[in-house]
């Protein structure tokens, strides 16, 4: 901040603006003092409501209600989960690919080798099956997929059977 001089009868600066300036700080400063005060005690109930519901303490019995460490993990293994099934995915349409791209070599050579296409039945057997190991690969990726990426409800904790 910046403050006009006071006027030559007097020394330093012109007291109003010092004054408007530190009414200004009393007041910011006030506002954070009862927002401090506000949060802490939002941070006292929210303590109070967790030592109330035995949450994170290893010794209690489970509450249903999933611990902090049990929703992390949860949301590491959901993440490892999209991470697998987007893997598998991409193997599968790396692997469709080179079945397509084989497919067609393979056409390619036949028609080279016999100059016209005396074997039509023969390559008509070879694109069935490429295109049926295609659609297992489609289908096997999909299944994959659908397995490991079902509905994402979590379970919580203490609410398995047997436990």
Request: glycine content about 4%; overall charge neutral.
């Amino acid at each position: 901040m910046t403050f006009p001089r006071a006027p030559l009868t007097r020394r330093g600066y012109s007291e109003e603006p010092v004054h408007n300036a530190l009414r200004r700080c009393a007041a910011a400063l006030t506002a954070l003092a009862e927002e401090n005060d506000r949060l802490r005690a939002d941070m006292q109930r929210h303590r109070d409501w967790i030592r109330a519901n035995n949450i994170g303490d290893s010794g209690t019995v489970p509450t249903g209600v999933p611990t902090v460490d049990a929703v992390l993990q949860q949301a590491r293994a959901q993440q490892s989960a999209e991470q697998t099934v987007f893997a598998a995915r991409e193997q599968a349409r790396t692997m469709l690919r080179a079945a397509r791209a084989q497919a067609e070599a393979l056409l390619q050579q036949m028609q080279e080798r016999d100059g016209q296409a005396t074997d039509e039945e023969e390559a008509e057997r070879l694109i069935s099956y490429l295109r049926q190991i295609a659609q297992s690969l489609t289908v096997t990726a999909d299944q994959y997929a659908t397995k490991h990426t079902g509905p994402a409800t979590p379970t919580p904790v203490g609410s398995r059977q047997g436990t």
